[in-house]
Every structure is written in structure tokens, then in C-alpha cells.
């Protein structure tokens, strides 16, 4: 069981991995080299998008160390609710808040993807068009960043002034 917002799919290649760090004695065997499956990344790339890692298996044990959520408070900020978790990764409260989380994450992401194409396309170029497109893309993916910040402070602060609002009336 997960909750993450990447959904359960990939969870059981995730443990695979984790096994394998595990194994490693914690060290993280699986990245910039051969993995288990023996698909030779360098830089973390993988060759086949269909194979390519999710962000908390890539960077597991920098996530265990500082997670992005708050241990056993729910990561959904209009939610924000204290919960048991079952796993130390776990960042929903339940399989709703999971789900709204995957939504956030896709819309977020959907808004990000073009200029974060745009930038990796642009890497080398150094002035004309495709330089300036490229500036373009990563000031957008900086405002980005920025206005999902803000959206999600401003779903936590909702939630606190309903939660408030609710404990002065009972
Ligand atoms: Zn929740």
C-alpha cells in the first residue's frame, strides 16, 4: 500500500528497488549504472519512457531522509488531516486524498510540461530563437513552480479557517 500520488501500479517495482537499496546495505545500487531489469541508465535517464522511474524511487533514500510531506499528517492541504501511517512513505491519509493528489499532480504537471520540454530542447543553444524560447520556458517553469506553491498554501489556509470556523461552533 502506497497512497502516493503516482498510484499502485509501479508500487511492486518499487519495492523491487527498495529490496535492492535494502540489499545494498543502503546504498542505491540501481541508479547511474545497470539496474535489475538491465537497462544501462547514465545520469539517472532511463532508455525506455515506459521504464522510467518515478521521482520517489529515484530519489528514495534522499526522500526517506527529507520527505516532502509531514509524517502522518495528510499531504493534501485541504485535507491536512492526522493519520497512522502504515508505511513511513505514506502521504494521504486515505485512498480519496490519493486520488485528488494524482489530480493535483497531473494538472500541475500538464501546465509544466511544454516549457520543460522546451528548455531540455534549447540546452545548447546559445543565442537566436531557440535561446530565447528557452528562456522563456524556464522563467514559465519558475512561475510554475511558484503559482503551485502559492495554490497549495492557499488550500491549507481555506482548510484552517473551515476547520477553525467549525471548532467555534461546536
Ligand atoms: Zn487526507
Known sequence: MHW????????QEAGLRRSAIRAAGGRDMT?????TRGDIRGNGV?????????????????LEAAPLHQAGVCFLPQCGRRFDPSVSWQMYCC???ERAGLTEFRKWGLRAAPALLAWRLGKYASDGP?????RSARRFVTAVQSAWIVDRADRAKDNQTKQGAENGRN
Do not use: L, Q
Not at 4 to 11: L, M, N, R
Not at 31 to 35: E, I, K, L
Not at 46 to 62: L, N, V, W
Open 4 to 11: 502516493g500520488p503516482d498510484g499502485d501500479a509501479i508500487e
Open 31 to 35: 541508479r547511474g549504472g545497470v539496474d
Open 130 to 134: 531557440v535561446a530565447d524560447r528557452t
Open 95 to 97: 485512498k480519496a486524498c
Open 46 to 62: 532511463a532508455r525506455h519512457a515506459e521504464r522510467f522511474e518515478p521521482f520517489r524511487d529515484y530519489a528514495f533514500a534522499e
